[in-house]
């Protein structure tokens, strides 16, 4: 009897695991199958992308970068002197930029081509980046980019960060963050990014970037900066990588599952 009982009961946890890993399983597949548009956006070096990149790569997503879109832009009109306060040479121009996002098997990263050249490094550069708000506020070229950003979100699965991605890009997006930061903390953290690329960049030079950047985002006239009504708020001024990714991956699978997240 004794034997029986013991029999009994050393089953049951073993039980237990399996089905626990079965219904976990289960939720898996059904969570694969089910796909969503997380939309990030927020302040210049807020770590949107960092955020953006973890979790596509978790829920087996797509990652874009709109901002790379605009920075491709800004780099096709300074290389061909186009005149981009006169917005009917610009809206000429765009018929012959060719954008598209081609992923680099050795890093596993999406990279930013224009015309059939991988430009992911030089729109990073300041040259670039002094620009382009500028560039991103003239309405023919949002209308450019955004048509092809929502054509990228029809097959859902897909991460995208940029400054209008919940408010305009995709308004019916399932889960939607918006990313802030102290400023401080930010200028550091675009410092040291620049500074390992080019070591005469100086802290001033990007703290007056980041500024003027902001400022242009949340004040110009299309698709403001803004934050979207039901979009949750990220300080994460005092948050490790990890502890971000934590809660914006709960928040996910909440959203994935229909669920309203526990913020
Ligand atoms: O995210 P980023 O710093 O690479 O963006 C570059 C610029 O592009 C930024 O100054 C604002 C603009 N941008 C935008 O206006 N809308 C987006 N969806 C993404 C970026």
Known sequence: MVDKVDKVDKGLP??????????NLINLILRLMKRII?????????GKSTLAKQLARELGYVYIDSGAMYRAITLYLLRNHVDWTKHSAVKEV??????????????????????????????????????????????????FAVAQ?????????????????????????????????D???????????????????????????????????????????????????LDNTNLSERQQFDMAFQWAKASIDGVKPNV
């Open 14 to 23: 073993g039980k237990r695991v399996n089905l626990v890993n079965f219904v």
């Open 38 to 46: 997380i939309t990030i956006d927020g302040w210049s070096s807020c």
């Open 94 to 143: 765009l018929k012959n930029i060719k954008l598209e996002f081609i992923s680099n098997h050795k890093t596993g990263q999406t990279e930013m081509h224009l015309n059939n050249e991988n430009v992911e490094y030089v729109i990073r550069d300041l040259l670039v980046a002094e620009k382009v708000s500028e560039i991103a506020a003239i309405p023919e070229v949002r209308e």
């Open 149 to 181: 950003q929502q054509e990228m979100g029809k097959k859902k699965g897909i991460v995208m960060d940029g400054r209008d991605i919940g408010t305009v890009v995709f308004p019916d997006a399932e889960l939607k963050i918006f990313m802030t930061a």
């Open 183 to 233: 400023n401080g903390i930010r200028v550091q953290r675009r410092f040291k990014e620049l500074y390992e690329k080019n070591p005469n960049v100086t802290i001033d030079e990007v703290r007056a970037n980041l500024e003027m950047r902001d400022y242009i985002d949340s004040h110009r006239q299309v698709s403001p900066l803004r934050k979207a009504e039901d979009a949750i708020e």
